[in-house]
Nanobody, 122 residues
Framework: QVQLVESGGGLVQAGGSLNLSCAASGRTFSSFAMGWFRQAPGKEREFVAGISRNSRPGYADAVKGRFTISRENAKNTVYLQMNSLKPEDTAVYYC????????????????WGQGTQVTVSS
């Protein structure tokens, strides 16, 4: 079992930045690949970024070049640095953990945080 707690969401103007954090507790953090997903009102949850156990990152096309995912195993934490934010980035952002080496599919993730709201005003 692992528990995930996100933080760092908030309201920001278009073009601004936010840094999301996800703190994990329970099972050994380094044994998981991690992912960030988001869900906007009326839309399905979508993959944003993922990072493998050995810190290899991957990104959805919509955020490539603007978002950076990283992990710090010593602190049991994964981060999502979001720059050049756009109104269409507005969503609840979820952190998730998977036993897969890496995945962009939410069905592969067994553990989820409660989510943190990100709102980007135009």
């Amino acid at each position: 079992q692992v528990q995930l707690v996100e933080s760092g969401g908030g309201l920001v103007q278009a073009g601004g930045s936010l840094n999301l954090s996800c703190a994990a507790s329970g099972r050994t953090f380094s044994s998981f690949a991690m992912g960030w997903f988001r869900q906007a009102p009326g839309k399905e949850r979508e993959f944003v970024a993922g990072i493998s156990r050995n810190s290899r990152p991957g990104y959805a096309d919509a955020v490539k070049g603007r978002f950076t995912i990283s992990r710090e195993n010593a602190k049991n934490t994964v981060y999502l640095q979001m720059n050049s934010l756009k109104p269409e980035d507005t969503a609840v952002y979820y952190c998730a953990a998977t036993d897969y080496i890496y995945s962009i599919y939410d069905i592969h993730y067994s553990y989820w945080g409660q989510g943190t709201q990100v709102t980007v005003s135009s």
